[in-house]
């Protein structure tokens, strides 16, 4: 079964850093494009980043130049360096893959459970 877990999240003053990571591990085939999606309080969950297996990165606009987004295939993990840092920003934030588990099989989303970062002085 595979598995992402998140970590990194907490607390930071605003115009503080954050870096996140997440691992994903279990029986894969392959990993395609990961990414980073956040969800606020009272709002729908909404794209952060993504990056290809070959490292094409895309950001929504709201955090362009703040944050980056990067991966490590070797160990299948994706990060999101955060800088910066907005009141904004708060939410809960999630790592997303797409996910081959065998050479024949269908490529599936999956989800980390999810990691707060509040920004708040």
């Known amino acids: 079964q595979v598995q992402l877990v998140e970590s990194g999240g907490g607390l930071v003053q605003p115009g503080g850093s954050l870096r996140l990571s997440c691992a994903a591990s279990g029986i894969m085939f392959s990993i395609n494009a990961m990414g980073w999606y956040r969800q606020a309080p009272g709002k729908r969950r909404e794209l952060v980043a993504t990056?290809?297996?070959?490292?094409?990165?895309t950001y929504a606009d709201s955090v362009k130049g703040r944050f980056t987004i990067s991966r490590d295939n070797a160990k299948n993990t994706v990060f999101l360096q955060m800088n910066s840092l907005k009141s904004e920003d708060t939410a809960v934030f999630y790592c997303n893959a797409h996910i081959k588990t065998g050479r024949w099989g269908p490529e599936n989303d999956y989800w980390g459970q999810g990691t707060q970062v509040t920004v708040s002085s």
């Open positions: 990056i290809s297996r070959g490292g094409t990165s």
